[in-house]
Structure formats: structure tokens, C-alpha cells
């Protein structure tokens, strides 16, 4: 009965769909208010049924209702409940699922806080988003419907993949998928501005908040994810340049260059066809991430899913969407244009560096990752692509860019003297420059290159970000306080120093060693004594394991005592590893358990890794800048202007 | 500045960016282009030169050897046709087990054997990477086809 229920709501949630993406964009063709009031109505209910049908979903799980093959598939009995939850986004009908909740939860923001927005304009982007709603409707129930019975139903279900059993990854595609979603709030924003013809300032206004919004989610979810991968994928890298890992990096790439796009929009009323052609290609590659992990198109650990009638689909609702922005983009963009000028050292070069270089980034990843599929295609062999390559193709546009960030973010709209300038950045530049050169060297004892170059550019931003806080904080009674949105920009670039700091130390100075020990064996790796001090059997709800109990000593003296498992899953009878992880703020010590080599030996690998908390640090410093500058007065005062457009439209919060 | 320069600048920049872009690309895609080769070829030779490749195949049954208590190991790799053997010198992945499709990164040493400095196994155990069931396949229909002609000789 409650799969039905949940079936039913969101065939109900698909014809609501269709009301809000058909008729609100009617009406704002044909000024037509009855037809455009039914636009944050029909978002509500939308939410609601999929709402519904997701709760049906999870209550399948937590009921353990075996006759949902869904959940035979991805449950058992003795999963513990906060697993049998997060076991409802964790394969794939039921993250189609929770990223259709998540786009009605945005429609449904977007139109409780648009009320100041002009009727056909409001009107134009949640019909924009009823559509994109309908399509991924669409997709779940004809190709992959999460209630589908399964008769008779099996005594216990097939368990969740182990991996997935963990509250990292619990939480992780929530986050992720938020941030996907949210781009196509600004993708929204930018057709209506397209059809509507208008695109002035007070649009670049309204969109920033929402793409910040997306953006921080976006940060945070893949941060987690990175997080996750390193701890419980069991060998302690943090970024694999797996194909899924790049399908969320490109649109966070090119969502960065679109918030600093939308900065000169909204600053200057500049930029305006590129800031366009930016939202819509941050959408496009979110759904090109969708595609790509979906359809099982590629060769990764990620993809769980392989159904070639999934791929043709997602394939076309990607050609009918982007096609149709971009050929809406050809026909109005160049009506679009401004005459503002600028001069050649002014905030506006520097915001255009920033984004000719993401999006070299952007494409470089893109050629990586879709390199193996066309060679495949053009039937040159099988290839992979290393990282190494991403490696040097990332480094290459974005170490310029952390260095220009410094520059840009002191430098004035329109034009900039030099030698104010000059002033005000030598000392931090001084700094940096002997920072740099002083903790590779002296601290961890090496030189080169890229290292210096890296751990510079890192203590720059840091250093150059503390600035404009500083003169606020020390500012005379009377004069203005810096804004929360210059504050936010700080902070986040701050983030940005600390994981380049991260980045350049650990992928530097990172020790890891394969050994064979028997208990009583101890070896020295990075400074430290790994001593095995045995093994026993430890029996988990749904598990068993293997315990190692190592010791760790610095010069003799005790650090601590890691626990690493070796766990094999009762139903799958998958082997897993579990990690014992030492942290600190300035390095971690990682510990995992291989294989019985036999004569009572195991295989472990210990490792040391400096500085690795400031990778993911440095994120969530990123998104929580992107928080505050959100959260800015001057947005906030179009979102809470309490002005109903129509009097018929007044959407319960 | 002035629309036009401003556009100019753009484009000046956006140029440099895409040539830089290009020459990059192409130099460093092809030092870190990773080719499968099929076991089939390995054997016969035909094997990059001076570079590092990848196989797949499913570990033969009862091919996993080591000295006890040594992290380094051997085992054979089979595309059900022709057979290669890998050494490694490493943890092995949790998924690894005889019988399971897999992949080796590495090169080609002496004596034929195959030196791994990466193995790849998948996370699901029924899961088989898409360049080795291909492999298979083909593979398992050469010899078929072999078998066939040779009892139509006979």
C-alpha cells in the first residue's frame, strides 16, 4: 500500500509539474495574471507529492518492505535505521528521487522568496523549473521507478553496499546534490531573463544570492565526498580524478566563474552575455555529471548504475535542454549588450582574468574526462587518462589565478591607480614570498619549484584576505564597516589560501609505505614508530572483522593507539577496510589493514600526511564565506519585501 | 577603456588561453594517455613502447602465490585464451580474489612478467570492467572458434 501511495504521489507530482512549467510561462507571454498566479501554487504542491512520495520511499526502507525491489536491493534487516535512511538516496532510482525533492525544495524558496520580483518574471523562471521538474519526473517513472514491486518478496534483503555505510557518504549526496540542483535556479533565472529580453543590474541582484547558495553547497558536498574517499575507501587519497569526481568539479568550476561573472553584472551591468552563457553551462555540466554517472557510460568505481535505455534518455532531455538555452542564448544575447567601459588595471580586468582561466580549467577536465569516451567512439582503443595530466592541467590555470586573486580583490571598480596599490600589497607579497620559501624548506627540510610557487601563492591569499577585515575592525567610530559581502569575499578567498597551503604541503611531503609486519614488528615511517601490537576478532551488527592494535611512537615516546579493520560484511561478503586515522591539525597519521600474508604477517600501509586537514578546511572556510556573503543586507532586501504581486499567489511558506 | 578594446582585450585573451590550452592538451595528453591492451597482444608483443599500459582479465584460479610473510605477489591474469603473469609489490585491493575480472597498471619486465605498479578491482563483486568482458568475449569466441575448426580438420 505505501509504495502505491508513494507511486501515485508522484505521477500527482508529475501533472503539477506540467501545470507549473506550461502555464505560468503562457501567461507571462501572454500577460495573462490568472495563468501566471498558478505558478507558486502548483510549485507547492509539487513538493508536497514528491515530498510524500520520498517519505513513502524511506518508510519502505525503515519498514523493510522486501516486495519493493528497491529495497531488496539496497537493504536487510539488520541495517541499522540512520543506514536504512540514507540507504534511500544511496544507488540510483532513489537519488532521482531525492534530487527531484530537492529541485521542488529550491522552486519552492524561489517562489516564497521572489515576491518582489515583476509577475511575469517570477513566473518565467519557476515555469523554467516546473519543466526541468517534468523531465527528471519523467525519467524516474518510465525508466527508473524506486517502488517497483518484487513478488514474492525475498526473506531479507541484498544489504547495502558497504561503502556506503557510513555517515560521510550519509550525508554527502544531500549536500551534492543541493548544489547540482541549485544551479538550475540560476539557469532558470537566465531563460527568463533571455525571454523576457531585460537583463539589467537588478537581475544580477536577485541571481546572486541563489548561485552563492548553489556554490557553497556545491563546495561543501564535494568536500565531503573527498573526505569520505579518502577515510573509508581505505587508502588515504583525496581526489582521484575519477570521471564522477570531475562531473562535480566542472560545475563547480564554472559556478565559481559565474559568481564572480554576476559580480560585475550586478556592479558595473557588465559582462552580461558571458555571465549568461556561464549559468547556463554550469547547469548544463550538472547535468552532464548526472549523465555521465547515470548512464553508466564510464568506467569508475562510482557508477553503479548501467542501463543503456537510462543514458539515451538523460542524453536527450541534456540535448533538448542545453540546445534550447543556447539557441534562445544565439537569438538574445546580442540585444543584451552594455557600453560601459573600464580601464586596463581595474576590478573588472581582473574578474575577467579569473574567468578566461576557470573556464580553461573547466575545459581541460572536460577534454580528460570525455577524451576515453570519444577515442572509444572513434574506435582508437581503450584509453584512460592519468592524473598527472589533470594534475598539470589544473595547475596551470589556476596557480596565475590564486595569485591574481590578491591583486583583484584590493583593486577598484572602473580604474585603479598603480602605486596605491603597489603600497598597500608590497609588505603581504614580502611575506608570502619568504613564508613560501621558509616552511617548505626549513619546517619539512626540501625545495622546489612548484612547491615554493604553491605554498606562496597560499600565504598570499591568506595574508591579503586578512586586509579589509582588519582595516574594518581598526576603522575610526563613525565610518562604515565593511559589508557582509566584501566580509564573505574574504573569508572564502581565505579558504582558498589555506587549501592551496594543504594541497602544496601534502602532495609534497606525503610519506606512505606498503610493509609486511607481525605483531611485535614496529617500522618508522615520517618521523614516526608504527609498532603491530596484535590481532583479534571483533563482530559488528552486520559485519565481522579482523582488529589490528598498532602503537605509535614519536622518538620513544607514546602518540597514540590506532585501531584499523579489516571488516567483512555478512550478507555481500564483501571485505572492507577501515582505516585508524590519527588527526591533527597539522598532519594525519593513517593506518590500514591489507591482507594475512601468512607466517602471521599482514600487510599495512601507514602513512603520513601533513597538512591534509587544511584541504578540506579550506573548503568549508570557502562555502561559510559564501554564508555570509549571502546573507548581505542589499539581498535581503528583495527577499523579504513582503509585496504580493498577485493577491491570489500568496504561497504558504 | 574604451567597448571596442575592452572586446579586443577579451578576445586577445580568450586566444592565448585557447592556444595555450591546445599546445598543453596535446603534449601532455599524449605522455598521459593510458592504453588497455589485451592480454592476447601482450604475449605476442605488442605492447607500447617505453611506457606504462594497462591489462585486464580475470585472475586465474589458484595463481595467487607469495613467500610468506612478503608483501610482494604473483598471480595470472587470463583473457581465457592467453595467460600473462603480474607481479606486485603492494596491497592488494579489498575486491581483488581469484576468479574477479581485474585491471593492472604498469609494464612490461623481464621475463615476460607483467610489473604492476597499480591493481584496480571493482567495488561490486559481480561487477566486471567493461574492457575486460569484452575482452572476454571475444576472446572466448576466437577460441570456440579455433576449437570448431579444428574438429572440422579432423
Known amino acids: 500500500m505505501i509504495p502505491e501511495v508513494g507511486h501515485f504521489a508522484l505521477i500527482l507530482a508529475l501533472s503539477l509539474a506540467i501545470c507549473q512549467g506550461v502555464l505560468p510561462l503562457l501567461g507571462a507571454y501572454r500577460n495573462d495574471v490568472a495563468m501566471m498566479a498558478v505558478a507558486r501554487p502548483a510549485a507547492v504542491g509539487q513538493f508536497v507529492f514528491v515530498a510524500i512520495s520520498f517519505i513513502c520511499l524511506a518508510w519502505s526502507f525503515l519498514d523493510s518492505d522486501f516486495s519493493v525491489l528497491y529495497v531488496a536491493n539496497h537493504s536487510q534487516l539488520a541495517l541499522p535505521a540512520i543506514y536504512k535512511i540514507s540507504a534511500v538516496w544511496g544507488a540510483h532510482e532513489g537519488s532521482m528521487l531525492l534530487w527531484i525533492l530537492l529541485l521542488a525544495a529550491w522552486t519552492v524558496a524561489v517562489s516564497r522568496y521572489s515576491s518582489a520580483l515583476p509577475d511575469t518574471f517570477s513566473s518565467r523562471v519557476i515555469g523554467v523549473l516546473g519543466l526541468l521538474s517534468c523531465g527528471f519526473l519523467l525519467f524516474t517513472l518510465l525508466t527508473s521507478n524506486p517502488f517497483e514491486r518484487l513478488i514474492p518478496a525475498p526473506p531479507d534483503g541484498a544489504d547495502l553496499n558497504p561503502l556506503l555505510q557510513d555517515p560521510g557518504l550519509a550525508i554527502h549526496p544531500p549536500i551534492l546534490y543541493a548544489g547540482y540542483v541549485g544551479f538550475a535556479v540560476a539557469f532558470a533565472f537566465a531563460i527568463a531573463a533571455m525571454l523576457s529580453g531585460n537583463l539589467d543590474r537588478a537581475w544580477a541582484r536577485w541571481t546572486r544570492p541563489w548561485t552563492t547558495w548553489a556554490w557553497l553547497f556545491l563546495t561543501v558536498g564535494i568536500a565531503l565526498g573527498s573526505w569520505w574517499a579518502y577515510y573509508e575507501l581505505g587508502w588515504g587519497g583525496w581526489w582521484f580524478w575519477d570521471p564522477v569526481e570531475n562531473a562535480s568539479f566542472m560545475p563547480w568550476l564554472a559556478g565559481t566563474a559565474l559568481i564572480h561573472s554576476l559580480a560585475v553584472t550586478e556592479k558595473r551591468g557588465l559582462f552580461k552575455s558571458w555571465t549568461l552563457l556561464l549559468a547556463i553551462s554550469a547547469f548544463s555540466l550538472s547535468l552532464l555529471g548526472t549523465f555521465l554517472v547515470r548512464s553508466g557510460i564510464l568506467i569508475s568505481v562510482h557508477s553503479f548504475a548501467t542501463d543503456p535505455e537510462r543514458g539515451m534518455f538523460i542524453l536527450g532531455f541534456l540535448g533538448l535542454t542545453i540546445g534550447g538555452a543556447l539557441a534562445l542564448f544565439a537569438w538574445r544575447a546580442p540585444s543584451l549588450d552594455s557600453s560601459a567601459g573600464f580601464r586596463a588595471l581595474s576590478r573588472e580586468t581582473f574578474l575577467l582574468l579569473n574567468n578566461v582561466l576557470l573556464v580553461i580549467a573547466t575545459t581541460l577536465i572536460l577534454i580528460g574526462t570525455l577524451a576515453p569516451l570519444v577515442v572509444e567512439v572513434i574506435d582508437g582503443g581503450k584509453i584512460s587518462v592519468g592524473p598527472p595530466w589533470f594534475e598539470i592541467a589544473l595547475a596551470i590555470p589556476l596557480l596565475p589565478l590564486v595569485l591574481l586573486i590578491g591583486v583583484g580583490m584590493h583593486t577598484a571598480w572602473r580604474s585603479q591607480a598603480f602605486k596605491p596599490l603597489v603600497a598597500q600589497l608590497k609588505l603581504p607579497a614580502i611575506v608570502a614570498i619568504a613564508a613560501g620559501i621558509i616552511v617548505p624548506t626549513f619546517v619539512y627540510g626540501r625545495f622546489g619549484l612548484l612547491l615554493v610557487i604553491g605554498t606562496t601563492a597560499g600565504f598570499w591569499i591568506l595574508l591579503v584576505s586578512l586586509i579589509q577585515p582588519m582595516r574594518s575592525w581598526r576603522r575610526k567610530p563613525g565610518t562604515p564597516a565593511i559589508t557582509r559581502g566584501a566580509l564573505g569575499m574574504s573569508v572564502a578567498h581565505f579558504g582558498v589560501g589555506m587549501f592551496a597551503i594543504g594541497v602544496s604541503i601534502v602532495s609534497a611531503f606525503n610519506v606512505e609505505a606498503d610493509v609486511s609486519l607481525r605483531p611485535g614488528e614496529q617500522v618508522s615511517v615520517g618521523g614516526y614508530e608504527f609498532e603491530l601490537r596484535g590481532l583479534r576478532n571483533v563482530d559488528g551488527p552486520n559485519y565481522q572483522a579482523v582488529e589490528g592494535e598498532i602503537e605509535i611512537r614519536k622518538n620513544g615516546e607514546f602518540v597514540a593507539k590506532l585501531r584499523p579493520q579489516k571488516r567483512t560484511y555478512i550478507i555481500q561478503k564483501n571485505p572492507m577496510t577501515e582505516a585508524g586515522i590519527l588527526v591533527s591539525w597539522n598532519r594525519d597519521l593513517f593506518v590500514a589493514l591489507g591482507d594475512p600474508l601468512g607466517n602471521d604477517a599482514w600487510s599495512v600501509r601507514l602513512q603520513y600526511k601533513p597538512m591534509i586537514r587544511f584541504i578540506w578546511l579550506g573548503a568549508f572556510v570557502m562555502a561559510f564565506g559564501g554564508i555570509i556573503a549571502a546573507s548581505d543586507r542589499r539581498y535581503r532586501l528583495y527577499a523579504n519585501a513582503k509585496r504580493p504581486l498577485i493577491k491570489t499567489s500568496e504561497a504558504p511558506a | ?154
Open chain 2, 1 to 154: 577603456m574604451k567597448p571596442r578594446q575592452q572586446r579586443m582585450l577579451a578576445v586577445g585573451l580568450a586566444a592565448v588561453g585557447v592556444l595555450l590550452a591546445t599546445g598543453l592538451t596535446l603534449r601532455a595528453f599524449q605522455e598521459n594517455m593510458m592504453f588497455f591492451v589485451e592480454i592476447s597482444d601482450v604475449v605476442q608483443g605488442k605492447v607500447p613502447d617505453e611506457r606504462n599500459f594497462r591489462v585486464g582479465g580475470v585472475v586465474v584460479d589458484g595463481s595467487v602465490t607469495r613467500e610468506p610473510g612478503e608483501l610482494e605477489v604473483e598471480f595470472t591474469l587470463t583473457d581465457l585464451e592467453n595467460e600473462l603473469v603480474v607481479t606486485y609489490d603492494g596491497i592488494l585491493p579489498d575486491l581483488f580474489r581469484e576468479g574477479q575480472g581485474i585491471i593492472a597498471h604498469g609494464r612490461m619486465g623481464d621475463g615476460g612478467k607483467f610489473i604492476a605498479d597499480e591493481v584496480l578491482a571493482k567495488h561490486d563483486e559481480n561487477y566486471m570492467p567493461p574492457e575486460v568482458a569484452e575482452s572476454l568475449a571475444k576472446h572466448t569466441a576466437a577460441k570456440e572458434a579455433t576449437i570448431v575448426a579444428d574438429k572440422k580438420e579432423q
